[in-house]
């Protein structure tokens, strides 16, 4: 049974830090490109980063230089490292599991919540 399990979520001050993580089971995680991806109320859900199975890494504008995706692929585990949270980073944060080779197969967890507020 294809599991991914987010945690870390959770109420944190602007300028703060938390660091969500994504377990997975389930399928071949080191054939998968991972993902986060997020979604604020009243909007689309929309990319933050992805790293490959080549460990080549991506992120959407908005947290460049802030966030850091990461994977273990020992520990079935894909990290996500949010430093200098913005109230605007507020969303449900959801993680995203796509072969490789076929994308049309991918795996999405239910999510975790990050509120950024004083």
């Known amino acids: 049974q294809v599991q991914l399990v987010e945690s870390g979520g959770g109420l944190v001050q602007p300028g703060g830090s938390l660091r969500l993580s994504c377990a997975a089971s389930g399928f071949t995680f080191r054939m998968y490109a991972m993902s986060w991806y997020r979604q604020a109320p009243g909007k689309e859900r929309e990319l933050v980063a992805g790293?490959?199975?080549?460990?080549?890494?991506n992120y959407a504008d908005s947290v460049k230089g802030r966030f850091t995706i990461s994977r273990d692929n020992a520990k079935n585990t894909a990290d996500l490292q949010m430093n200098s949270l913005k109230p605007e980073d507020t969303a449900v944060y959801y993680c995203?599991?796509?072969?490789?080779?076929?994308?049309?197969?991918?795996?999405w967890g239910k999510g975790t919540l990050v509120t950024v507020s004083s």
């Open positions: 995203n599991a796509r072969h490789q080779a076929w994308n049309a197969i991918n795996y």
């Open positions: 790293v490959t199975t080549g460990d080549s890494t």
